[in-house]
């Protein structure tokens, strides 16, 4: 039997030569954000004219995204599992697709045939001395790809930090390897305005010392977390996280000693920051990267005591619905996690789902609140499902309320100039409030 080395060796390459093992007419997955290997993604696109009907899907994107350009139209399709800023114009010209999928589904659905992939583009590790290479940064959706594509093209980043938990592949389970350093993209993180402050100030008074908490993409996870700088034992479950839980951990805050699951370690799927972050998880025993089916599913996440998900949304209706993704009928992000954790916390006992926003869009021209959505706006978190919705002015727990309830709670954390107008519209619809 071949050596691990002799299996690394033999499947060594170039880029250029190890995309042109990828066939026509079928799906490429790309590894999830930071994990996405710009050197293969960069031979692909210049490759391009090699292709006929090249699916290209993933999670969340963190390169430039060209190959959704139009150019590349026959070559190249886009299906998005969840939107950014690179891959949206294309969904909305609609020369690409949006999937919707609860993302701890990914690891059934590649798997049993209901959206299977047939090549993966990952970045991991150099082997260890035990011929193991690692996923790094991102492990959740992205270890079950490698495990159910038919081919599997891996750059071998020495820049890429080795993680703990799920994220480990053996040499021979991967058919392609390219050596290239490059730096990991870093981002997330956005910049806590007044308003964002207010929010986390707002949300932080509903975290309790020994909560286990779960934070969603932006800013608010970060202004949040500036603010629970006096608890005691909090615990990270969380689809991902960002630099404010280094800070923390760094504090004696975050311990995970209370944690039922996992007790004393951080979990996450994949994690999304700075170089600092990047260098912090490196070889760290105490975070553990760990599959989807396991971060994001609601019946492990409710195990922990006290769960505070903290998500941010676009837009909640009288009703309480929640939009936190589209604009109207224009596809603007993805559910990534966000209902799997609203549910885990719901089963929680002493759970809370908190779904915060700005009161305001478009520099304050806009209510986030609104008595009815446009048509087409999504339902990310239906109205059964909502608990806390979080504005800069207030906190409203619509759980257990009535719809009139709701409208005024709601109506209670707008910003103060559209409350006369928004209660112009309860009163149509509800009479005038005695
Ligand atoms: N109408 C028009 N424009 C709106 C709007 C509305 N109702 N709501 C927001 N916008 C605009 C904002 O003004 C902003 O524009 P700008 O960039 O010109 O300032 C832009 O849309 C983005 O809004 P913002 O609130 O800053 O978005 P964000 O970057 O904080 O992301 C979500 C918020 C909800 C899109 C993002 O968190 C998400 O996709 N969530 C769903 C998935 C999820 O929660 N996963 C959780 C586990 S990781």
Redesign the pocket.
Known sequence: MASWQEIYRSRLTTAEEAVTHIPNNCRVFFGHAANEPPVLVDALVKNYQQYENVEICHWVPMGTGEYTHPEYAGHFHYNGLFLGGVTRQCVKEGRGDYTPFFYHQSTRFFSDGTFPIDVVLVSVTPPDKNGYVNLGVSVGGTLPACKNAKIVIAQVNDQLPRTMGDGFLKVSEIDYFVEASTPLPEGGA?VVTPELDAIGKNIASLVEDGSTLQL?????PDAVLSYLGDRKDLGIHS??FSDGVVDLYQKGVVTGANKTLDKGKMVAAFLMGSKKLYDFVDDNPDVLMRRVDYVNNPAVICQNPKVVAI?????VDFNGQVN??S?GATQ???????LD?VRGAAMCPDGKAILA??ST??HGE?S?IVPVFPEGTTV?TTRTDVHYIVTEYGIANLRGKSLRQRARLLIDIAHPKFREQLWEEFEKRYGKEG
């Open positions: 956005g969603g993409i932006g800013a608010i689809e991902m998500n941010s949304c676009l837009q936190s993704e604009m603007f992000s993805g559910i990534g996690g966000q954790y926003m700005p869009a478009k806009i986030r990310t």
